[in-house]
């Protein structure tokens, strides 16, 4: 009982100086990415200009410039310490693993981050469109005067959506490691497969707008197939 109970002490503990490091990079990049707010607010808005040509954000509050800087440092912060963040929930597992395992704790952060990076492109890809099918809705008689605080609350959640979504294949390829699913059932539960992705991908982007859709489901589908690909290769199951 005690050693169980010191068992348990060591996990949290454990869990504790992770997310402390996690959080030390992420404060770390979000001071980083505050002396480049304004490139990161240009770069944020820029489908907005597009999809509302002549167009420009508004505040309607004294505190909502503030607000958006911080917002827009957080989220710079994150991506900056994206390798950081993915690497210590990686040591955070090691411990349950065997040493052949923890071996791979170098190549699966690296694809940890990757697959984040490439899901935060392809997000800010899909911004535009997504935008652009939402704001028409409104047609010629009402015309858009958005606050910067809710665009940039709107693009970044929308944006670490789609890198948040990029993920899937590694924990896919985790649960063949232990032995949980093999590529032969993966294979035969495509259609399936295929299903959940499209409602994901339709949660994700609400905007309704089919393109967009296709631009995170297309991606995700593809990662399903190079998954199963790896898995059978790389672990031969």
Do not use: C
């Amino acid at each position: 009982m005690t050693s169980a109970t010191m068992s348990m002490m060591d996990h949290l503990r454990e869990f504790r100086s992770r997310l402390v490091k996690a959080l030390i990079a992420v404060g770390v990049g979000t001071i980083v990415a505050f002396f480049f707010n304004e490139q990161i607010l240009s770069l944020l808005a820029e489908p907005y200009r597009i999809a509302v040509p002549g167009g420009s954000l508004a505040f309607f509050r004294p505190t909502e410039a503030f607000s958006t800087v911080m917002r827009l440092s957080l989220f710079g912060g994150v991506i900056l310490a994206s390798p950081v963040i993915f690497y210590q929930i990686w040591r955070f597992a090691a411990p349950a693993l065997s040493p052949k395992e923890k071996r791979w704790a170098y190549p699966i952060t690296f694809v940890f981050v990757f697959l984040f990076i490439s899901g935060v492109l392809v997000g800010y890809a899909a911004l535009q469109r997504g935008l652009a099918f939402l704001l028409d809705f409104g047609g010629e008689a009402l015309v858009p005067v958005i606050g910067a605080d809710f665009y940039i609350k709107f693009a970044t959640r929308f944006i670490l959506a789609f890198g948040i979504a990029f993920e899937f294949p590694v924990f896919l390829f985790a649960a063949a490691a232990v032995g949980a699913v093999n590529s032969k059932k993966l294979r035969d539960n495509r259609r399936w497969a295929l299903l959940i992705i499209l409602v994901v991908a339709a949660i994700i982007t609400p905007t309704g707008d089919p393109v967009t859709l296709t631009l995170l489901a297309a991606p995700l589908y593809l990662l399903y197939e190079l998954t199963i690909l790896a898995i059978r290769f790389a672990l031969r199951r």
